[in-house]
């Protein structure tokens, strides 16, 4: 078991995974109930930050906490919001800082086209399902 798996395992007593991701579905994260029983039982590897948000919402703990126990960042939780003369970038500006954005969190990764277009187009990023590697696995 990992740290963050043990903070899951505690706020989760008598809670299956399935439970949890209906949950999280019901509340309009993306959780899938494989990623939810693979984090309850240690066997996850480094969590995105959708996951994390989800399981934060549906067991009532501290982004911060969760952080924490993951071997993250925590001091900040709230997205980052850039300065306000960022308004004068333009669209493809704007794509370019937060693909830096990407790289800098998650060096090892290599973000397809197919990936930018599907950002663009949802402006979601979604938890990893069975079968998708999670960043920094891949």
């Known amino acids: ?14 809670r299956s ?26 066997d996850h590897g480094k969590p995105d930050e959708a996951t994390l948000v989800a399981l934060a919402d549906v067991l009532d ?7 924490a126990a993951a071997g993250l960042p925590s001091e ?3 997205p980052y919001v850039p300065p306000v003369e ?11 800082v937060d693909e830096i954005i990407r790289a800098m969190l998650d060096p090892g990764r290599v973000t397809t ?7 663009r187009r949802t402006g979601r990023k979604r938890a990893a399902r069975h079968g998708d ?3 920094g696995n891949s």
Not at 86 to 96: E, G
Not at 113 to 119: F, I, P, S, V
């Open 1 to 14: 078991m990992t740290a963050l798996s043990d903070l899951l395992c505690a706020h989760s007593v008598g």
């Open 17 to 42: 995974a399935r439970s949890l991701a209906r949950e999280a579905r019901e509340r309009g994260h993306t959780l899938n109930h494989d990623t939810a029983a693979r984090y309850l039982r240690g």
């Open 61 to 67: 703990v501290s982004l911060t906490s969760l952080r």
């Open 76 to 78: 900040l939780t709230e």
């Open 86 to 96: 960022a308004s004068r970038l333009s669209r493809r500006q704007r794509l370019a």
């Open 113 to 119: 086209g197919d990936e930018l277009a599907e950002r």
């Open 133 to 135: 590697p999670e960043p």
